[in-house]
């Protein structure tokens, strides 16, 4: 067996692991501040990210309500004469 080749394998597979861990601890701290940033924006919009999908739910049932009034005021009659 050829140690030194084997050191060498050994060396270079740990430089390219603490490469792939530096990388990754560089993502998280960026998706950390991402994710504060994005809880800073929720709360100045006055919504707790823990009610996030309330808010979407409530939201959503609003924009349904908008889109059923405005084609209840559409004038029919005419719009179905060609």
């Known amino acids: 067996m050829d140690y ?8 270079d ?11 990754a601890e560089a993502r998280l ?3 950390n501040n991402q994710q504060e ?3 800073k924006e929720l709360n100045s919009l006055g919504v707790n ?10 939201l959503t049932s609003e924009i349904n309500d ?3 009034k405005a084609n209840a005021l559409l004038p029919r ?6």
Request: aromatic letters at 4%.
């Open 77 to 82: 009659d005419i719009l179905e004469k060609k």
């Open 13 to 23: 597979n740990l430089e390219r692991a603490k490469n792939l861990k530096y990388k």
């Open 29 to 31: 701290e960026q998706l």
């Open 49 to 58: 990210p823990e009610n996030l999908e309330e808010e979407i739910q409530k």
């Open 4 to 11: 030194e080749k084997e050191l060498n394998i050994l060396k």
């Open 66 to 68: 908008l889109f059923n």
């Open 37 to 39: 940033e994005i809880i």
